[in-house]
């Protein structure tokens, strides 16, 4: 379960920020956001909360 990130503490690029917000707007899943991004679900959770974006709950 332990999954690594190498990227660890990384600053967000304008592209990743871009693609966050598509990926949230079609109403991706933060599982599928998180690995689509390579970026942890926390790491994703704080950016789209920090920019005012809600991520789908998997139903």
Known sequence: MAERFERHKQAWTA???QK??????KGM????IAKALTRSEESVKT???AD???IAKLR
Request: charged share 30%; glycine share 6%; proline share 0%.
């Open 47 to 49: 950016r789209a909360k």
């Open 15 to 17: 592209d990743e920020i």
């Open 29 to 32: 899943a933060l599982k599928a």
């Open 52 to 54: 005012g974006l809600s």
């Open 20 to 25: 966050l917000h598509t990926l949230a707007k």
